[in-house]
């Protein structure tokens, strides 16, 4: 053996003592001993995993639930609607309060006639007029606007703004319908500003004489356009020109459903005046609701699928 080549340390050596050996005949640890643990405990049941209360990487957080008279319902998603859906809607809504709107729309009837000097054979050809002004969804205010003349007696300007509250009043009808609230003459009543809702008429009143001085294009547009002025009045609490531009911009971002809409609720009320206007007292409240109806849909609002109740 060379002088480079280390020596085993348990190769005996001459003259040095003999290393013990392992009389088992095993190999020694190598490493530190491990100390028994204990049987190991069975698997639990799976947890089921828990749903986050916020969205993750931080998106919008989900929109509260309203609770109504069918329970809890939440914000339903905006976006277009179908004319038959609509409609539907409000037939359901109808068969289920049927004396309530027909009294309310006897009720339009009778003012509207009073302001403007209606006689009983003149029933039917105001009636129209009703069903006209309703059928568009801008209401009364404006709608009397264009069946009375704008300087014929100051009768019927006041009559204008008293169909405008009598519109709202309907208005907010159609949507405690649209939520599950059964209307009735005690809740007709309860809107948040009269003197909004009148504003609002006057607003309305004037756009529509200056749309009638443009060729009558303007009053087209309006008619268009304005459908939900006061549900945005009633509903969200908007002021009268913030109404206006809002429901400008609500249907000309949902142009198409909302103008089939308004085109259905046409021809229907149109229909329902022929029989001496009688149908009306069925197509006027069908078309106030389905109106408030398209509103809580492109809106995101509450609606309750169930029947209304008390």
């Not at 006897?106 to 003149?122: A, C, D, K």
């Not at 006041?158 to 599950?180: D, F, P």
């Given at each position: 053996?060379?002088?480079n080549?280390?020596?085993?340390?348990?190769e005996?050596s001459a003259?040095g003592?003999t290393?013990p050996?392992?009389?088992?005949?095993?190999?020694?640890?190598?490493?530190?001993?491990e100390l028994?643990?204990?049987p190991?405990?069975?698997?639990?049941?799976?947890?089921p995993?828990?749903?986050?209360s916020?969205?993750?990487?931080?998106?919008?957080a989900?929109p509260?639930?309203y609770?109504?008279?069918?329970?809890?319902?939440?914000?339903q998603?905006?976006?277009?609607?179908?004319?038959?859906?609509a409609l539907?809607?409000?037939w359901?809504r109808?068969?289920g309060?049927?004396?309530?709107?027909?009294?309310?729309v006897?009720?339009l009837v009778?003012?509207?006639?009073?302001?403007?000097?209606?006689?009983?054979?003149?029933?039917?050809?105001?009636a129209?007029?009703?069903?006209?002004?309703?059928?568009?969804?801008?209401g009364?205010g404006?709608?009397?606007?264009t069946?009375?003349?704008?300087?014929?007696?100051?009768?019927?300007?006041?009559?204008?703004?008293?169909?405008?509250?009598?519109s709202a009043?309907g208005?907010?009808a159609?949507l405690?319908?649209?939520s599950?609230?059964?209307?009735t003459?005690?809740?007709?009543?309860k809107?948040?500003?009269?003197?909004?809702?009148?504003?609002?008429?006057?607003l309305?009143l004037?756009?529509?004489?200056i749309?009638?001085l443009?060729?009558?294009?303007?009053?087209?547009?309006?008619?268009?356009?304005?459908?939900f002025t006061?549900h945005?009045?009633?509903?969200?609490s908007?002021?009268a020109w913030?109404?206006?531009t809002?429901?400008?911009?609500?249907?000309?971002?949902n142009?198409?459903?909302v103008?089939?809409?308004?085109?259905?609720?046409?021809?229907?009320?149109?229909?329902?005046s022929?029989p001496?206007?009688?149908?009306l007292?069925?197509?006027?409240?069908?078309?106030?609701?389905?109106?408030?109806?398209?509103?809580r849909?492109?809106?995101?609002?509450?609606?309750s699928?169930?029947?209304?109740?008390?």
């Amino acid at each position: 053996m060379s002088e480079n080549t280390p020596q085993n340390p348990y190769e005996p050596s001459a003259g040095g003592p003999t290393p013990p050996q392992n009389p088992s005949g095993s190999t020694p640890p190598t490493g530190p001993t491990e100390l028994p643990t204990g049987p190991t405990p069975p698997p639990g049941p799976a947890q089921p995993p828990v749903a986050p209360s916020q969205p993750p990487y931080g998106g919008p957080a989900q929109p509260p639930a309203y609770a109504g008279p069918e329970g809890t319902y939440g914000t339903q998603p905006s976006g277009p609607f179908a004319v038959g859906e609509a409609l539907g809607f409000a037939w359901n809504r109808f068969k289920g309060n049927w004396l309530f709107w027909v009294l309310f729309v006897l009720l339009l009837v009778i003012v509207f006639g009073i302001f403007n000097g209606s006689t009983i054979s003149e029933y039917s050809d105001r009636a129209n007029d009703v069903a006209e002004a309703q059928a568009t969804g801008v209401g009364m205010g404006m709608g009397i606007g264009t069946g009375v003349s704008f300087g014929s007696t100051s009768l019927g300007i006041v009559g204008s703004l008293i169909l405008s509250v009598l519109s709202a009043l309907g208005i907010n009808a159609a949507l405690r319908e649209v939520s599950g609230e059964k209307a009735t003459w005690g809740n007709l009543f309860k809107i948040s500003s009269y003197g909004m809702v009148i504003l609002t008429g006057l607003l309305l009143l004037v756009a529509n004489f200056i749309g009638l001085l443009l060729c009558g294009l303007g009053a087209i547009a309006l008619a268009i356009f304005a459908p939900f002025t006061y549900h945005h009045v009633v509903d969200k609490s908007l002021g009268a020109w913030t109404a206006l531009t809002s429901s400008f911009r609500l249907v000309g971002q949902n142009f198409g459903a909302v103008f089939l809409l308004e085109l259905a609720l046409l021809g229907i009320n149109i229909l329902g005046s022929i029989p001496c206007g009688l149908g009306l007292f069925i197509t006027l409240p069908l078309s106030i609701v389905a109106m408030a109806f398209a509103f809580r849909r492109l809106t995101g609002g509450p609606i309750s699928a169930g029947p209304a109740a008390a």
